[in-house]
């Protein structure tokens, strides 16, 4: 292998949060960078999301995903950021070298600062433990969806979805759209897991139902699925027997959730959050290994590509100055989720700027307010009419409000 | 009569309550912004919405590609569209931002690509 090149910064995946992170470091001036993406194209998940409703708190209209992230690709063409395309990054180490397997062998970067951005996969069958054998016949939405919109392949005709997760929503008007018929959309939870918009226009809409504490505890067929066993669950998620309810279908389609996609963060010694399954971030997106930062899905599940193109921006926006003065502010106010919350972004703040809060509730709310306290005293309170699980909440605090030295801690009330 | 809506417009998703008396929208509350409003009354009068699909492609690197209508279309017209739509082919290299369809069953949408498709 030849000598590791000198690089300011390498972004590792070119999905919307490393396109987004990539333009806005060049637009700080940080032009000595690289995008690796291990696929053949530029703009991750988004190219197989064909529906429309991305963008619109960013560009005020709504957008296709491909068109959404065509937007971000034209930015870096423009820029002339250099990127390579079916490089797999293999390795990033805590001294910041990254090493990628491309076209061209085995290549390698030191880098001043490494910003991950390697988006999510989802839950697969193998995360449920559903009973039976191991028919084909069963998918998970994200793979179901490219092979309808990027490979004209239709999974089947008759379809049980198990999962309210908004692409399996998504993918259930799909498939009614392109002829299949959709028995039912099933969920273990007592409320849905995807956004109400998508419950109205992707189920409603088509008059596709909704099952609420319901489970798939049975799968039939040997070579191919023929059906599954469906049974209603007690409110602690155990199948009540004799609620089993036989559906014939030649397909499953999960939509059980995304997990990040974290093995390279955790080989290069950075903590990861139990609750997001991503790293353990500080105010400027900056794990616990100093210089290597993280934004994006590979961070936390988001919900709205919106939001990743900010949170990227605002990672960039830190790393030019970790770049340019070799150490950021030291963080040690912790941020914890008190009651009610899933989990908050980012972990650690260092009290001396307005700080941007993501969180999520970790189950619905009505007339409630989430509020930011340090020791009791309330720092921030934003009410809320519902709020669900499936929704990304930003909020902000300002730094004047925050005492030195306490935990913040966020909860709902 | 009261009536209940989920506002699609923006991922908010308000729950929207109206008074419909069958030929005229009254009182509205729970939306978040003014677009709520307009998204009630026409779904009380006339539900529109918009569909992504994608059309056949000959010698592409891909079978297909993406595409979406620039209005929404009244909700029944749904299933006649994607028939019309599924009729076109097209020939690589397709560009996204191409309207491969005017006036989609003589209303005012066209079917724009979305996702482009090189020659392979
Ligand atoms: C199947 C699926 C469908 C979705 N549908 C929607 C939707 O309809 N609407 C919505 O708003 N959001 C949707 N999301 C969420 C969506 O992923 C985010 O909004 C957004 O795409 C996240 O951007 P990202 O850049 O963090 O991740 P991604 O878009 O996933 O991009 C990550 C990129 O990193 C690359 N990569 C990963 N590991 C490596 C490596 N080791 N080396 C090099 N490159 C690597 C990947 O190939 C990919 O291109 C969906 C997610 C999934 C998984
Ligand atoms: S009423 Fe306004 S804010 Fe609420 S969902 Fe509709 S468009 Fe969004």
């Known amino acids: 292998m030849k000598q590791p090149k000198q690089i300011d910064a390498v972004i590792v995946g070119g999905g919307p949060a490393g396109l987004a992170a990539a333009v806005a470091l060049f637009d700080h001036g940080i032009e000595n960078i690289i995008i690796l993406e291990r696929e053949a194209q530029l703009g991750g998940i988004l190219r197989q999301c064909i529906h429309d409703g991305f963008g619109l708190t960013r560009f005020s209209q709504t957008l296709s995903g491909p068109e959404y992230a065509q937007r971000f690709i034209d930015a870096v063409e423009k820029r002339r950021i250099p990127y390579l395309l079916k490089a797999s990054v293999?390795?990033?180490?805590?001294?910041?070298?990254?090493?990628?397997?491309?076209?061209?062998?085995?290549?390698?970067?030191?880098?001043?600062?490494?910003i991950l951005t390697m988006g999510c996969r989802e839950r697969t069958r193998g995360a449920l433990a559903i009973p039976g054998d191991r028919p084909a016949g069963v998918?998970?939405?994200?793979?179901?969806?490219?092979?309808?919109?990027l490979y004209n392949r239709m999974p089947g005709k008759e379809v049980v979805i198990l999962g309210s997760g908004d692409i399996g929503m998504i993918m259930a008007r799909r498939l009614t759209l392109e002829g299949a018929h959709v028995l039912g959309v099933f969920e273990v939870q007592p409320y849905p897991s995807g956004l109400p918009r998508n419950i109205q226009q992707c189920l409603l809409d088509f008059d596709i139902p909704l099952h609420l504490s319901h489970t798939v505890t049975q799968i039939h067929g040997k070579s191919r699925l023929t059906g599954v066993t469906i049974s209603q669950v007690d409110d602690k998620m155990q199948p009540i027997p004799g609620t089993e309810t036989f559906?014939?279908?030649?397909?499953?389609?999960?939509?059980?959730?995304?997990?990040?996609?974290?093995?390279?963060?955790?080989?290069?010694?950075?903590?990861?959050?139990?609750?997001?399954?991503?790293?353990?971030?500080?105010?400027?997106?900056?794990?616990?290994?100093?210089?290597?930062?993280?934004a994006g899905n590979v961070l936390h599940v988001h919900d709205l590509v919106d939001f990743v193109s900010l949170e990227a921006e605002r990672l960039a926006a830190s790393v030019a100055v970790y770049l340019r003065e070799h150490q950021l502010p030291c963080c040690p106010i912790p941020v914890i989720p008190g009651d009610g919350i899933g989990h908050v972004i980012p972990q650690h703040i260092s009290g001396q700027r307005d700080v941007s809060l993501s969180l999520r509730v970790n189950r619905p709310f009505e007339n409630a307010a989430i509020v930011v306290r340090q020791q009791g005293r309330a720092l921030c309170r934003k009410p809320l009419r519902k709020i669900a699980p499936a929704q990304m909440l930003e909020l902000t605090v300002k730094a004047q409000q925050i005492a030195p030295e306490q935990a913040l801690e966020v909860s709902v009330e | 009569m009261t009536k209940e809506f989920t506002c699609i417009v923006c991922p908010n998703g308000c729950q929207i309550t109206a008074q419909w008396d069958g030929s005229r929208v009254g009182?509205?509350?729970?939306?978040?912004?003014?677009?709520?409003?307009?998204?009630?009354?026409q779904e009380l009068t006339a539900p529109k919405r918009n569909i992504a699909t994608s059309v056949r492609v000959q010698g592409?690197?891909?079978?297909?590609?993406?595409?979406r209508l620039t209005a929404p279309i009244p909700k029944e017209a749904i299933f006649p569209a994607l028939q019309q739509i599924q009729q076109l082919t097209l020939t690589a290299p397709v560009e996204a931002g191409t309207v491969i369809l005017r006036g989609l069953l003589g209303y005012d949408s066209d079917v724009i690509v979305t996702r482009g498709c090189e020659k392979a």
């Open chain 2, 60 to 67: 592409g690197v891909l079978p297909l590609a993406s595409v």
């Open chain 1, 90 to 114: 293999l390795e990033v180490s805590a001294d910041k070298t990254v090493t990628a397997a491309t076209r061209d062998g085995l290549m390698q970067w030191k880098a001043g600062a490494v």
């Open chain 1, 139 to 149: 998918f998970t939405a994200g793979v179901v969806q490219a092979y309808i919109n």
């Open chain 2, 27 to 41: 009182e509205i509350s729970g939306a978040l912004c003014p677009r709520g409003a307009a998204y009630v009354s």
């Open chain 1, 247 to 294: 559906y014939p279908c030649d397909t499953l389609v999960l939509s059980v959730g995304l997990i990040p996609e974290n093995e390279l963060t955790i080989d290069a010694g950075a903590v990861l959050d139990s609750r997001t399954k991503g790293a353990d971030v500080d105010e400027n997106y900056q794990t616990s290994v100093p210089g290597i930062f993280a």
